[in-house]
């Protein structure tokens, strides 16, 4: 299948305090983590959904090979910015992993892990990784999914999907729980920052 990725980057970050994804956590801002990962992965192309602080966001990817999707409708919430990303995917994409721009822990290899695993199973809707039973983050969604996506409102994303036809859901057992790991607080970008560090 033809896979592309779709990073989530236009959020308002206000449980943050400031714009969370320039927020640096190592050697580069959390959003540069998600890109890269999603770069090093055989996830292609690359969108990048902005909005919030959008020339902030393309400055600080200038130098990735990404394609920018611009959501002015952002406030709206995150449904507005995935349905943009997908309005935006081109029609030989058949399925697409959904990455949110505040999760830096996400690795390539755990991308890749998702493809595989969607490839071998061809008649799935979604795939979600699980840790101890629950659902995290990337989703990897099918085509067939993109009408339904329209139909969302509001500061969800596609876990209302996923719940609607959980039994076309895979489930991708995982061993850390870096895929429930999202930096919506000061408090968690410290934790983040602290493990990282060790």
């Not at 090979?65 to 995150?78: I, K, M, T």
Request: hydrophobic residues 45%; aromatic residues 4%.
């Amino acid at each position: 299948m033809n896979i592309a990725a779709l990073v989530l980057a236009a959020g308002r970050s206000t449980r943050m305090g400031s714009h969370k994804l320039l927020e640096v956590l190592g050697d580069r801002p959390l959003i540069r983590h998600c890109v890269d990962a999603a770069l090093a992965s055989n996830a292609r192309p690359i969108f990048v959904v902005t909005g919030h602080n959008e020339a902030a966001i393309r400055a600080t990817l200038s130098s990735a090979d990404v394609r920018f999707v611009s959501n002015p409708d952002f406030a709206e919430g995150l449904s507005s910015s995935l349905k943009a990303g997908v309005r935006a995917l081109p029609s030989s994409i058949d399925a697409v992993i959904i990455l949110l721009g505040d999760m830096p822990l996400i690795t390539h290899d755990l991308i890749n892990q998702m493809i595989t695993f969607f490839n071998a199973s061809p008649h799935a809707l979604a795939l979600v990784p699980s840790y101890q039973g629950g659902w995290g983050n990337p989703v990897l969604l099918s085509r067939k999914l993109f009408p339904e996506i329209e139909k969302l409102s509001g500061d969800a994303g596609a876990r209302k999907l996923l719940h609607l036809h959980h039994r076309d859901v895979i489930e991708m057992p995982v061993t850390s729980d870096d895929v429930l790991l999202d930096l919506d607080t000061p408090e968690a970008l410290a934790k983040a920052r602290a493990s990282f560090q060790r």
